[in-house]
């Protein structure tokens, strides 16, 4: 899928573009819709994904779940807004990267060069 507003590739399931915040307006399809997994995010993430995978989960802004999660952190005390960031961080899997491809780095051809024998 292609962001509307910025033109650079997301995952077929966003609702907002990772990159300049734009809501993506994905049509109906004949395809039965995809079933929501909580994941971090692979490409929304400032620290470990966390923030970014609950975002798209529940289809808002990830500087919404963000600012949230910095406020009840702040008024529950650091401690157990930490705590849970780190609970988190352990217990959702990470989603898979997109768009990234694996790049086969080979060695180049033998060639026939010999050198000249030296008198």
């Given amino acids: 899928m292609i962001c509307n507003h910025c033109k ?5 399931h966003s609702n907002f ?3 300049c915040g734009a809501p993506q307006h994905v049509s109906p399809s004949g395809t039965p819709p995809v079933q929501k997994r909580l ?3 692979s490409v929304d993430s400032k620290i470990a994904g966390v923030c970014g995978g609950i975002a798209e989960y ?3 802004d ?10 009840i ?3 529950t005390g650091v401690l157990p807004g930490l705590l849970a960031y780190l609970v988190a961080w352990l217990v959702m899997p990470e989603a898979p990267a997109v768009g990234v491809e694996a790049v086969n780095v080979t060695a180049p051809p033998a060639s026939n060069f010999t050198q000249p024998a030296s008198n």
């Fill in 8 to 12: 650079r590739e997301l995952t077929e």
């Fill in 58 to 60: 529940l289809d808002v």
């Fill in 73 to 75: 952190a702040f008024f």
């Fill in 17 to 19: 573009c990772y990159y």
């Fill in 62 to 71: 990830s500087t919404v779940v963000r600012l949230v999660w910095v406020l």
């Fill in 39 to 41: 994941m971090r995010s």
